[in-house]
């Protein structure tokens, strides 16, 4: 397997619409300015809800102290946990990542920035509660809007969104296939392979997985609190390569990367490498007062191990799949 893609472990199965459980991934990079007001935010969204939740902070090894700020909320709210990736970068790893650490039912993911709003959470989980298989938070659709971006900007995203049209199934064609702020149910992605590097898991999901229906939730993209923008000409690059990605898959060129998975105990290999927590006795260091995830044996239960440690503190290092 392709140690730049992964595919998600096998999750509780679905039960009644009351009952479904959220695990919302935040993935930060030198956050330390936001990431502390934004969980208090994300709390107040969902906690009137009254649903089982929690949230996975993937921080890709920050040295601005944003792993010890989440860490110090971890140790007085279970429904945090911090996973801190040594030597890794992308965002859709990171997303991925975190996804494996739960059994939820219903996975998430939003930026740390304040530019995707919490509160429109309670409308993405309304949407999911509703029936449907993917709730998008949409700057395309009726309502919506790219708030202070430029006319470069605007005419670069729009170029990219019109990219994806042909990709995207004509049934269920999402306006914003592009945005980094949604809830998926997790059965839709079973047996799924998806690219690890990039920034666009969205419009993977959309092109590969098992969605039946999508709702689109209008929201106008926000400025950023404090810190600076990660964006760069590498989002570009990896944007590019995943097109094409996608549309070798569409043509029949894409060998393994384009096949579902067919041998369920591979989903575990590639975090049952003891090679992949080479960096846990880093995370004791930097996180001694949370207890940090020991590796699995290849084909274990994944999700019990990492059951054990609620709102501990787990450090993956770059590694390679088995």
């Known amino acids: 397997m392709d140690a730049r893609t992964t595919p998600l472990l096998p999750g509780a199965s679905n039960g009644p619409c009351e009952h479904l459980k959220l695990a919302l991934v935040i993935p930060t990079l030198c956050e330390a300015g936001n990431i502390a007001r934004l969980l208090r935010a994300v709390h ?44 890794a970068r992308g965002l859709s790893g990171a997303i991925l990542d975190g996804w494996r650490q739960t059994d939820a039912e219903v996975l998430g993911v939003m930026d740390a920035d304040f530019q995707h709003p919490p509160e429109l959470l309670r409308d993405l989980f309304a949407a999911i509660r509703g029936g449907s298989d993917l709730a998008i938070a949409s700057r395309y659709a009726p309502g919506g809007g790219l708030g202070q971006w430029n006319s470069a900007r605007r005419l670069a995203s729009a170029l990219a969104v019109c990219a994806t049209w042909p990709l995207q199934p004509k049934q269920r064609r999402a306006r914003d296939p592009l945005s980094g702020f949604f809830l998926v149910r997790r059965h839709c992605l079973r047996r ?64 393994e990367y384009g096949r579902e998975e067919t041998a369920p105990q591979r989903w575990f290999q590639p975090f049952a490498s003891a090679e992949v927590f ?38 993956i290092s770059k590694g390679e799949a088995p």
């Not at 089982?52 to 945090?80: F, L, M, Q």
């Not at 690890?196 to 106008?220: A, C, D, H, M, N």
């Not at 996180?287 to 787990?314: N, Q, W, Y």
Request: hydrophobic share 45%; charged share 25%; with cysteine.
């Open 44 to 87: 107040a969204a969902l906690e009137p809800l009254d649903i089982r939740y929690e949230i996975v902070v993937v921080d890709d090894d920050s040295g601005d102290g944003t792993g010890a700020a989440v860490s110090a909320i971890a140790r007085e709210d279970a429904r945090v946990r911090l996973v801190v990736r040594k030597g």
């Open 192 to 255: 799924v392979v998806f690219q690890r590097t990039g920034f666009k898991l969205l419009l993977e999901i959309l092109v590969r997985g098992r969605i039946g229906s999508i709702q689109e939730v209008p929201f106008t993209f926000g400025r950023r609190f404090t810190g600076t923008s990660k964006a760069s000409l590498r989002i570009a690059w990896d944007y590019a390569r995943l097109m094409a990605r996608l549309y070798a898959g569409r043509l029949g060129l894409a060998g």
């Open 278 to 315: 080479a960096g846990r006795e880093n995370a004791r260091a930097h996180f001694p007062f949370c207890p940090v995830a020991e590796p699995t044996r290849p084909g274990g239960d994944f999700l019990k191990g990492i059951g054990s440690v609620p709102h501990g503190a787990m450090a």
